[in-house]
């Protein structure tokens, strides 16, 4: 992992690259990311949670 990789949320070092996005270890940012990538419109929490179940 690069140093100067930052997390795109909060600008702490990132640990992890998801969504296309380097984030830190906040769940918090791990969120925004997800929604971001998700982009504009009501029908990504439906998404998220069809990911979820699919998960299991
Ligand atoms: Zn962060």
Redesign the pocket.
């Known amino acids: 992992m690069k140093t100067d990789d930052r ?1 795109q ?2 600008y ?1 070092p990132a640990t992890h690259f998801l969504f296309a996005t380097f ?2 270890d ?1 769940e918090e ?1 791990i969120q925004k990311a997800r929604e971001q990538r998700g982009g504009p419109g009501g029908h990504k929490k439906q998404k998220l949670f069809d990911w979820r179940k699919s998960e299991k």
């Open positions: 997390c949320i909060c702490k984030v830190c906040s940012c």
